[in-house]
C-alpha cells in the first residue's frame, strides 16, 4: 500500500481512460446493431440450408433482396419439388 501512495505521491502513476457517457451508449448502440446482423444473417444462412436440404432451388440470386420478398413461395419454387402454398 505504501509503494502506491508513494507513485500516487510522484504522480507516477499511470491514468486510465474512461468514455464519457456519449461515448459509451454509442459503443452500447453499435455493439446491439452488430448483434442484430449477426442475427439476421444467421436466419438468412438457416433459411438457404432449409430449402437447400429440401431439394428446393430458387431461381433468384438472391431471395432476400428487393424482388425476392414480393414473390409467392409457388412463384419461388421450380418444378425440382412440388410446392405446397
Do not use: W
Amino acid at each position: 500500500m505504501q509503494g502506491l501512495a508513494k507513485l500516487l505521491r510522484l504522480d507516477e502513476l499511470p491514468e486510465a481512460y474512461v468514455p464519457d457517457q456519449h461515448t459509451r451508449k454509442l459503443r452500447a448502440i453499435i455493439r446491439h446493431r452488430i448483434a442484430l446482423v449477426k442475427l439476421r444473417t444467421r436466419l438468412k444462412n438457416q433459411v438457404h440450408s432449409v430449402l437447400h436440404k429440401a431439394g428446393i432451388t430458387i431461381e433468384l440470386s438472391d431471395i432476400f433482396g428487393k424482388r425476392g420478398p414480393s414473390k409467392t413461395p409457388a412463384q419461388i419454387c421450380t418444378e425440382s419439388l412440388p410446392c405446397t402454398d
